[in-house]
Structure formats: structure tokens, C-alpha cells
T-cell receptor, first 114, second 114 residues
Framework: DAGVIQSPRHEVTEMGQEVTLRCKPISGHDYLFWYRQTMMRGLELLIYFNNNVPIDDSGMPEDRFSAKMPNASFSTLKIQPSEPRDSAVYFC????????????FGEGSRLTVL | GESVGLHLPTLSVQEGDNSIINCAYSNSASDYFIWYKQESGKGPQFIIDIRSNMDKRQGQRVTVLLNKTVKHLSLQIAATQPGDSAVYFCAEHRRGGGADGLTFGKGTHLIIQP
């Protein structure tokens, strides 16, 4: 299996622009998570899905952030409009329902908002 | 790497020596603990886990110790190799926390000196 695939790996954009990050989870995994990582706050859970349904989005910082999972093999995290404080590495992770802690992470999307 | 920053504690050891990385957790209701390794430019990778009803678990070159009395977790890496250089995160799972019950620590940067 190719693992969790994220794109783009790097994104540089200007404040106010829309940013869309994409994720393909591992086939057969029914949980998908979006995390944000910064030096100051570490790894923060933004939202997670179970069987394509959003279960908990309490970690989403503001209404500017939205996430969708239209099918079992694809999810997006969108920021509109983006702000410099959104600069971070965004990770997507997936896991099988029976494995509580073993998350499989993608390589991340590094976002820089100027 | 994206997760390494000035604020991360750093542990430097000579190649071939053993290393011990420590982690304090806060929630006495946590039922499951996990160690992740994050290499520069990559996502976190599962290393080993331990349930709260255990106090020690061994893997290949790694051992995790759990002291529930003082809420302390440690990761021991034997005969360190250059490839062990990374940031190591502990994570705790809250009993009843559901799928999103993982809380990650800030991480420790392990440097292997040649």
C-alpha cells in the first residue's frame, strides 16, 4: 500500500487566497483525521471522519476552515480566506476502526501564507 | 524538519549508546499510550504502544515503561543508530475519549552523534 497520500507537499500563498489540501487515506481505513502542526502548539486535531461522516470538528479553528470527505478515498481541507497565522504543516492520518492508537500519517502539506 | 523548533527539549547521545526519552502525562483516565517518531520532513510514525494495565512493553530495540503512580512514560532505545535521529512524541488516549481521544505531547528531539 502506498500509505496516506497528501497534496500539495508545499503551498505558498498570499493572505486572503483560498487553500485546498487533499488527502487519500489508506484503502480500507474507516477513520480519517486532519491535524495541524506548529512549533508553538504541536500537533492539534482539527477534525475527524468515520465512514466519510464528520464526527468531531471542534478542533477547527474558525469558520474559515472546512473539511469534506465525499467518498472513502478522498478528503479535502479548505481554508478560505487564508491568513498568515494559518501557516503550519497540515497532516492527514487514517486508521482502521479496530486500532485505537495506531494512526498512519501522510507526509504533510506545508502551508505558508504571506 | 517542520516539527523541530527552538522550544523542543533535545537529547544528544553517541551512536551505539542507549537513550531514554521521557514523557509526563496528565490524565489519570488515560488507558492507552503510544510513542511516535517523526523524521525531518515526514509525518509521525507509530513505534510502540502500551496499555494502562501494563508497566513495560518491549519491541525491537525499543522498550516503553509506564509508571502510573507518577504519570510518567519513557521510551528506551537500545544501541542507537543514526536513523534514530528524529523527534519523538508520546500520546495518550483518554478512556472514553472515542476515536479522537489521542493527545500528543510536544516532542523531544533526539540527536545521534557519530
Amino acid at each position: 500500500d502506498a500509505g496516506v497520500i497528501q497534496s500539495p507537499r508545499h503551498e505558498v500563498t498570499e493572505m486572503g487566497q483560498e487553500v485546498t489540501l487533499r488527502c487519500k487515506p489508506i484503502s480500507g481505513h474507516d477513520y480519517l483525521f486532519w491535524y495541524r502542526q506548529t512549533m508553538m502548539r504541536g500537533l492539534e486535531l482539527l477534525i475527524y471522519f468515520n465512514n466519510n461522516v464528520p464526527i468531531d470538528d471542534s478542533g477547527m479553528p474558525e469558520d474559515r476552515f472546512s473539511a469534506k470527505m465525499p467518498n472513502a478515498s478522498f478528503s479535502t481541507l479548505k481554508i478560505q480566506p487564508s491568513e498568515p497565522r494559518d501557516s503550519a504543516v497540515y497532516f492527514c492520518a487514517s486508521r482502521h476502526g479496530g486500532a485505537t492508537g495506531e494512526l498512519f500519517f501522510g507526509e504533510g502539506s506545508r502551508l505558508t501564507v504571506l | 524538519g517542520e516539527s523541530v523548533g527552538l522550544h523542543l527539549p533535545t537529547l544528544s547521545v553517541q551512536e551505539g549508546d542507549n537513550s531514554i526519552i521521557n514523557c509526563a502525562y496528565s490524565n489519570s483516565a488515560s488507558d492507552y499510550f503510544i510513542w511516535y517518531k517523526q523524521e525531518s520532513g515526514k509525518g509521525p510514525q507509530f513505534i510502540i504502544d502500551i496499555r494502562s494495565n501494563m508497566d513495560k512493553r518491549q519491541g525491537q530495540r525499543v522498550t516503553v515503561l509506564l509508571n502510573k503512580t507518577v504519570k510518567h512514560l519513557s521510551l528506551q532505545i537500545a544501541a542507537t543508530q543514526p536513523g534514530d535521529s528524529a523527534v519523538y512524541f508520546c500520546a495518550e488516549h483518554r478512556r472514553g475519549g472515542g476515536a479522537d481521544g489521542l493527545t500528543f505531547g510536544k516532542g523531544t528531539h533526539l540527536i545521534i552523534q557519530p
